[in-house]
């Protein structure tokens, strides 16, 4: 049987006028620099008043630190809060490395950098709307950036980065919105993630909370590495050595508890990095949130007058099921606090959300001498309601989350002396409605999120003693949200996408000889009906960026 590869380790839119739009900067066809699909922030029609967190700053093993400030006779409240992020790599040879960067030990960013070659540097610019951080960015703090970028006589790129906070004060045009009061960082102590080796270590908030919490909200990173990285891949141990592949099975979920009880579960993105399964699937564009990851925001208001006894510290963990390796986790708590009661209380009413899944794994592998082949599939489901009652300054409060998951990964192998196939074809469909109910009338959210995934793998050895691998990448994030407040309903939507194919040519030592008939599409669209809508689709053949397309109806 082949041996696998050190490659593996490594609509309609709805416009309304709007006093901020998105903007993206156009890119040049016939390039192979770094296609960002994702628009920048969507920023008020004002200067800003900008703060430099670091300029030109080069990285090896160390982080490089700072001093942050807010903006000096520049007072708030803002409108909105950027983080503008600017990272290249000289021309070389350089692995994919993860990125953060931190204030006050909370992150403000978390992805990954693309992977230079010998004749081309990449460089990319991103922003992030970091307004929810209003109250932690009021005042001085130290801060960090860290892109652990090893190099040696074959790794020779270095990464150049800077990065701004960019404050946009509120107007009447421009009001500021209702953001959290305080920001709990979920990470090491004065920031840096967190490794988790399997499903029974956590990461912790251990900590004396607030008298007063009324909505509390826990941001989570669930970045899978090392043998974690190609999670959707593996197989159960038992399988490992027949299937020639990675081990700990096909889920992976993040579990959130409170004060020991079950109180959330955030599903785990399948991000692909620029080195990832084939490198050159992902040049010139990258896969989807690649660079900048989005955090999976856990609803647990419920127990917010729970956590507004100050009497004790309150310890709010997260797991993750499945890992069998190394994930590296981060977040971060977003505390409400009432504005005119000292002392909130309530308690938990319901919750039926019981620990750990369950993994249905249906198993019609069959083996000879000389072949393997049948399928491997995984799924389990994830139904369960959350609610409290929260007595504050305006009354009574009863907030219920309600969670309804799927996990579906089917994957199917044919493995011989000269061929191994893989296909995995995988759905993550979650579905979160949450309640309000008040005596000034009942607000409510439902948020849809589906994380589809297909990966085709087939590899050949070639009469000449070469070998060949195929590999063709279905990539998407769906995220829709239909929320009623005050009587006004809101809509709101993201589909990003990217479908990616390439053949790699390696030597019988299985070195890199070159790729053959790259090709990749990918598509982003918003649409709201607060703002306006956008629309962008991308392609590239051969390395380099072939079209690029905007608009929207």
Same mark, same amino acid.
């Given at each position: 049987?082949?041996?696998?590869?050190?490659?593996?380790?490594?609509?309609?839119?709805?416009?309304?006028?709007?006093?901020?739009?998105?903007?993206?900067?156009?890119?040049?066809?016939?390039?192979?620099?770094?296609?960002?699909?994702?628009?920048?922030?969507?920023?008020?029609?004002?200067?800003?008043?900008?703060?430099?967190?670091?300029?030109?700053?080069?990285?090896?093993?160390?982080?490089?630190?700072?001093?942050?400030?807010?903006?000096?006779?520049?007072?708030?409240?803002?409108?909105?809060?950027?983080?503008?992020?600017?990272?290249?790599?000289?021309?070389?040879?350089?692995?994919?490395?993860?990125?953060?960067?931190?204030?006050?030990?909370?992150?403000?960013?978390?992805?990954?950098?693309?992977?230079?070659?010998?004749?081309?540097?990449?460089?990319?610019?991103?922003?992030?709307?970091?307004?929810?951080?209003?109250?932690?960015?009021?005042?001085?703090?130290?801060?960090?950036?860290?892109?652990?970028?090893?190099?040696?006589?074959?790794?020779?790129?270095?990464?150049?980065?800077?990065?701004?906070?960019?404050?946009?004060?509120?107007?009447?045009?421009?009001?500021?919105?209702?953001?959290?009061?305080?920001?709990?960082?979920?990470?090491?102590?004065?920031?840096?993630?967190?490794?988790?080796?399997?499903?029974?270590?956590?990461?912790?908030?251990?900590?004396?909370?607030?008298?007063?919490?009324?909505?509390?909200?826990?941001?989570?990173?669930?970045?899978?590495?090392?043998?974690?990285?190609?999670?959707?891949?593996?197989?159960?141990?038992?399988?490992?050595?027949?299937?020639?592949?990675?081990?700990?099975?096909?889920?992976?979920?993040?579990?959130?508890?409170?004060?020991?009880?079950?109180?959330?579960?955030?599903?785990?993105?399948?991000?692909?990095?620029?080195?990832?399964?084939?490198?050159?699937?992902?040049?010139?564009?990258?896969?989807?949130?690649?660079?900048?990851?989005?955090?999976?925001?856990?609803?647990?208001?419920?127990?917010?007058?729970?956590?507004?006894?100050?009497?004790?510290?309150?310890?709010?963990?997260?797991?993750?099921?499945?890992?069998?390796?190394?994930?590296?986790?981060?977040?971060?708590?977003?505390?409400?606090?009432?504005?005119?009661?000292?002392?909130?209380?309530?308690?938990?009413?319901?919750?039926?959300?019981?620990?750990?899944?369950?993994?249905?794994?249906?198993?019609?592998?069959?083996?000879?001498?000389?072949?393997?082949?049948?399928?491997?599939?995984?799924?389990?489901?994830?139904?369960?309601?959350? *609610?409290?009652?929260?007595?504050?300054?305006?009354?009574?409060?009863?907030?219920?989350?309600?969670?309804?998951?799927?996990?579906?990964?089917?994957?199917?192998?044919?493995?011989?002396?000269?061929?191994?196939?893989?296909?995995?074809?995988?759905?993550?469909?979650?579905?979160?409605?949450?309640?309000?109910?008040?005596?000034?009338?009942?607000?409510?959210?439902?948020?849809?999120?589906?994380?589809?995934?297909?990966?085709?793998?087939?590899?050949?050895?070639?009469?000449?003693?070469?070998?060949?691998?195929?590999?063709?990448?279905?990539?998407?994030?769906?995220?829709?949200?239909?929320?009623?407040?005050?009587?006004?309903?809101?809509?709101?939507?993201?589909?990003?996408?990217?479908?990616?194919?390439?053949?790699?040519?390696?030597?019988?030592?299985?070195?890199?000889?070159?790729?053959?008939?790259?090709?990749?599409?990918?598509?982003?669209?918003?649409?709201?009906?607060?703002?306006?809508?956008?629309?962008?689709?991308?392609?590239?053949?051969?390395?380099?960026?072939? *079209?690029?397309?905007?608009?929207?109806?």
């Amino acid at each position: 049987m082949l041996y696998r590869t050190a490659l593996m380790v490594s609509a309609a839119y709805v416009c309304l006028a709007s006093p901020s739009a998105f903007a993206a900067p156009r890119f040049t066809l016939g390039s192979g620099n770094e296609a960002v699909i994702e628009p920048l922030v969507a920023h008020p029609a004002e200067t800003p008043c900008a703060v430099k967190l670091y300029h030109g700053a080069k990285f090896g093993a160390n982080n490089v630190y700072f001093l942050y400030n807010p903006p000096a006779n520049c007072p708030g409240p803002y409108a909105t809060i950027v983080l503008s992020v600017d990272i290249s790599l000289n021309a070389g040879i350089q692995y994919d490395r993860t990125g953060t960067i931190w204030v006050g030990g909370v992150p403000l960013w978390f992805g990954t950098t693309a992977e230079p070659n010998p004749k081309l540097g990449p460089s990319w610019h991103f922003e992030r709307d970091v307004t929810d951080y209003t109250s932690l960015l009021g005042g001085s703090n130290s801060g960090f950036v860290s892109i652990a970028n090893y190099t040696n006589s074959t790794d020779t790129s270095i990464i150049t980065s800077s990065a701004e906070l960019l404050f946009y004060p509120a107007t009447a045009s421009y009001p500021a919105p209702t953001v959290p009061d305080q920001i709990i960082p979920l990470a090491a102590d004065g920031g840096g993630t967190i490794g988790l080796g399997d499903s029974t270590q956590t990461a912790v908030i251990d900590q004396l909370l607030p008298n007063s919490i009324t909505k509390a909200v826990l941001d989570v990173y669930l970045q899978g590495q090392s043998n974690d990285e190609f999670w959707y891949t593996c197989v159960p141990n038992s399988l490992t050595t027949e299937l020639e592949s990675c081990g700990g099975g096909a889920l992976r979920e993040g579990e959130i508890r409170v004060d020991n009880a079950p109180a959330g579960v955030a599903p785990v993105y399948p991000w692909i990095f620029t080195g990832g399964l084939d490198p050159y699937l992902w040049a010139p564009i990258p896969g989807v949130q690649t660079l900048d990851f989005k955090p999976f925001p856990v609803d647990i208001s419920p127990f917010a007058g729970q956590l507004s006894d100050a009497t004790k510290a309150h310890r709010i963990s997260l797991s993750v099921f499945g890992a069998n390796s190394y994930f590296s986790v981060a977040g971060a708590l977003k505390l409400y606090l009432d504005p005119a009661r000292a002392q909130v209380t309530g308690s938990v009413t319901q919750n039926t959300l019981k620990g750990y899944p369950t993994a249905d794994i249906k198993n019609s592998i069959t083996s000879s001498s000389t072949l393997v082949h049948g399928r491997l599939d995984t799924s389990t489901h994830r139904d369960f309601t959350i *609610s409290g009652n929260i007595v504050g300054s305006t009354g009574p409060v009863q907030y219920t989350v309600n969670q309804v998951g799927s996990f579906a990964n089917d994957q199917g192998f044919y493995i011989s002396d000269t061929i191994y196939k893989q296909f995995i074809k995988q759905k993550t469909d979650t579905t979160i409605s949450t309640t309000v109910a008040a005596s000034a009338g009942t607000n409510t959210e439902v948020k849809t999120l589906s994380y589809p995934l297909t990966v085709d793998i087939t590899e050949d050895a070639l009469a000449s003693g070469k070998l060949s691998i195929l590999t063709t990448i279905s990539q998407v994030y769906n995220d829709s949200d239909v929320s009623v407040i005050g009587g006004v309903q809101n809509n709101s939507s993201e589909q990003n996408s990217i479908s990616t194919t390439d053949k790699l040519y390696l030597d019988s030592s299985f070195n890199l000889i070159g790729n053959k008939d790259m090709a990749s599409t990918a598509n982003y669209s918003t649409s709201s009906s607060t703002a306006p809508c956008f629309a962008r689709s991308l392609a590239a053949a051969n390395n380099v960026l072939t *079209s690029e397309s905007e608009g929207c109806k």
